[in-house]
DNA sequence: CTTGACGCTGACTAAACGTTCAGCCATAAT
DNA sequence: ATTATGGCTGAACGTTTAGTCAGCGTCAAG
């Protein structure tokens, strides 16, 4: 109807709006973003972005579903390079990248569906690196495979969605510089290196939680597939 | 001029509006939600709202200032008992802390100094924990305390944000009961035991991060206080 | 030259918003 | 009996919002 399904004519004021709104939405929310200032951004009328994307829910729409697939680019292509465990990898160093991540981290905590598939993909990315990673002797093994890949990415996830904590904190914002994502990372490693628990205590605390749950520990015999997914099934994979 | 310093008449419409306005904020965010309806679930005019709190602005900052307060005494309550590293520990037992939880995960997103300042010290008490810990042999040795210490809190934190993410990934929600507390702590704590890099890896990577900084590591003898504070005082401590 | 499609705009509408204000109805002091 | 106080309201205020609509200019095709 609306919405052209593979867009030639991306050069014109539609990528304008786009890349305005992607901007004004990571700094101040959607929510926090009118039409009107978008189109000014972008140099055009607010008629314009209504004429192009239906509304300002088909706007957002359009820009999750810019962000989501940009991320998956970046990904596949870290996958390949093997930059592994840092969820969101490649697409940190771009220096245009920089709106798209502020933006994915607004929208981390709002309800939207295209989101939501993106960090199921990413925790599933993390889980299948996390095991090649077991069989090469880099990475420990672990009685909960998904839980371990499900928190690691969460962890990764949330310092990107507090990364304005994280810079009062550490002095180095994670959407802004990669001094940033070091600042960060070397306190990370080396917790995810050696753990913070000594030895005997961390024995008893996972003790503790096995005798929470009902079931004993999730079994590796188990299908090792997430208990829990997105209703939607990824997009526009092709 | 508006807010009363101690109100003793809080068992009126006041506590009934900022009850509703706690659990609106929290489910719909403070831009998703006007004061009508606010008004509404309280069983007030909407005038009544900007009577008590003076602006939808003043308004927010109550809901702050309470969230932290009530938060600060938990703390405090949780520092005797020894609840510890858990940056929310007990209250999250608390059923009736539920819309405080979600209202706080919501405004840790946006731009606020209560909820700055409230961080800060939560990384400031863990790294006191971390530090007894130390001396009673629960807790490894680091070469940079505050820094683990924030890593540590921004991690819980995130995961309260991310609380919907989790609830999908791990089938029970942190701000729902106390089973999405231990499905989520389960592998949490089993990294945080032992680590996810086998040891090699683990002594590279740090290396690897201690050259990529130009300093060769955070040491021990500098002050180990924050760098980088929030510009606000805390408050009320009087 | 005419036609039609497309990118695009200015002027507009209706709704929702935060906020204001005059005043009601209690209770309590004078 | 009168006055004052404070919780509280209904009706409106002006502003901002997303969305509509008739129509502009441009450019390629017939």
Request: with cysteine; aromatic share 4%; glycine share 8%.
């Amino acid at each position: 109807m609306d919405s052209v399904p593979t867009a030639p004519d991306d050069r014109t004021g539609r990528a304008r709006i786009r890349d305005a709104a992607l901007r004004r939405f990571g700094d101040d929310g959607v929510d926090g973003t009118s039409l009107r200032v978008i189109a000014d951004d972008a140099g055009v009328s607010p008629a314009l972005v209504v004429h192009h994307f239906g509304s300002k829910a088909g706007l957002v729409r359009d820009c999750d579903e810019h962000v989501v697939a940009t991320t998956r680019r970046a990904k596949q292509q870290a996958m390949a390079t093997g930059a592994g465990l840092d969820a969101l990898g490649s697409l940190r160093e771009a220096e245009a990248s920089r709106p798209l991540l502020r933006y994915l981290a607004r929208r981390l905590v709002d309800h939207s569906p295209q989101v939501a598939t993106l960090v199921d993909e990413l925790v599933t990315d993390a889980q299948a690196y996390l095991a090649t990673g077991e069989d090469t002797g880099m990475i420990r093994p672990t009685s909960d495979p998904w839980g371990r890949a499900a928190v690691l990415t969460i962890w990764s996830l949330g310092a990107l969605v507090l990364h304005e904590h994280v810079a009062r904190l550490l002095g180095a914002d994670l959407t802004e510089d990669t001094a940033g994502l070091v600042a960060y990372s070397r306190p990370a490693v080396e917790v995810l290196g050696s753990g913070v628990f000594t030895e005997d205590i961390a024995a008893s605390l996972q003790a503790a939680y096995d005798d929470l749950a009902q079931v004993p520990a999730p079994d590796a015999s188990t299908d090792q597939h997430p208990p829990h997914l997105t209703a939607e099934p990824p997009p526009g994979i092709g």
